[in-house]
């Protein structure tokens, strides 16, 4: 089993900025992709950004040019630096992560951290 804990969100106005961060524990050797979704009340939880082992990289639109997503390998942790941040992206932000290295779904989820952005 695999164990996602975040940390980073918060509540800033629009136009800021903030960092989420999230750490794999357990058999975290076996991740391959890890991401972040967000799901806003009375929405479905969708797609932030993703990257694979390689750090190959992968955008919803509303996230290009405004955030960036990283991981560190050697510690089990993926990022998401998010700039530029508007009301629209307030939402529950989720760590995800599989094994299988690609552009997945992931079988492991964390309890989600609140992000709320102020106009």
Known sequence: QVQLAESGGGLVQA?????????ASGRSFSIGVMGWYRQAPGKQRE???SVTRDS???YADSAKGRFTISRDNAK??????MNSLKPEDTAVYYCNADPR?????????????QVTVSS
């Open 15 to 23: 136009g800021g900025s903030l960092r989420l961060s999230c750490a």
């Open 47 to 49: 797609l932030v950004a």
């Open 56 to 58: 190959t990289k992968n």
């Open 76 to 81: 089990n942790t993926v990022y998401l630096q």
């Open 101 to 113: 290295n690609g552009f997945y779904i992931g079988t492991y989820w964390g309890q989600g951290t």
